[in-house]
């Protein structure tokens, strides 16, 4: 092995340019050139790609996004895509692809190995949503972020004394909200994976409110319905509560990656590089249990579903059931 190929690809996600390092650096360790692919597979189909050297990525590590940049390309769902692309890293002597994205990501990588290209994906979404894996690049940094800004509408909804749901993403996935929710002291967390009854979350709301509590957040995950909308059914409930909402949506994603991005990323990156040294093909790097882990693209995805943390969405129950 030579010269390998890495993309980002789907939505972009804090940690995806210390992957990228990995992958680069230790291709280097190896004695292997990388190519840096632009725009996803969009890039790879119109041969959009150059060398990276390891000055391109040394400052890139603590910078969100992609500096490889990311696209949206339906067209590679057809085969003739799918073959131009492989012809155009053929031309360019390039053996194996490292590609970092979501489940989309890793559906477009499974059609490259099924035409005879090598593959490697590495999780990169802050959704947490890979089935096998515990732990997507981007997620903690979502994470933070969420608990960040739920801190600052904590100040100013116990100055008014006011309820505020605040909206997190995730798609259809509930983990930032979970964790963000149990992190901030959340009055209620509701996530897609959990049904929720409204006359409960308004008696959790204003039992805190009894026990002493000057405001109250619930936490609400995108994949269950707007805020506006929430807050309309919990009105019809309560309605001379005074409740706000705020939809946090894109400053999730942005900002400085954090540690456990930035270490999880760079060891899935580099340990990718490995794997395609030792002739694999067709898997992904995953975290279990804090451990580097690997997992078959295709049995995974059709899994479905990804681990859902269920003990902290109880443990929450338990603690705002006053
Ligand atoms: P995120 O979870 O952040 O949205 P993602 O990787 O799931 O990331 P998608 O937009 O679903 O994001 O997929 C990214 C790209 O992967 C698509 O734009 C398309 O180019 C390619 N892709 C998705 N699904 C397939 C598929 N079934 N076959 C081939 N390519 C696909």
Redesign the pocket.
Known sequence: MKRIAVLT???D?PGMNAAIRGVVDQAAHHGIEVFGVFY???GLVEGDFRKLTIEDCQDKIRRGGTFLYS???????EEAY?LKAVEQMKSNEIDALIVI????????AL?LQKVGFPIIGIPG???N?IPGTEYTIGFDTATNVALEEIDRISDTAASHNRTFVVEVMG?HAGDIATWAGVASGADSIIIPEADFDMEDVVRRVNNGRKSGKDHSIIVLAEGVMGVNEFVRNFKLVDPEHSIRGVTLAHIQRGGSPTARDRVFATLMGAKAVDALLNGQNGIYMGIRGEQLATFDIAETLQEKSHIVRHDLYQLNLDLTDK
């Open positions: 690809s789907g939505g996600a996803g597979y969009k696209a949206r390309y339906p067209e590679f769902k799918q994205g979501g489940d989309g990501t890793f559906n477009g059609q979404t802050i959704d949503d798609r």
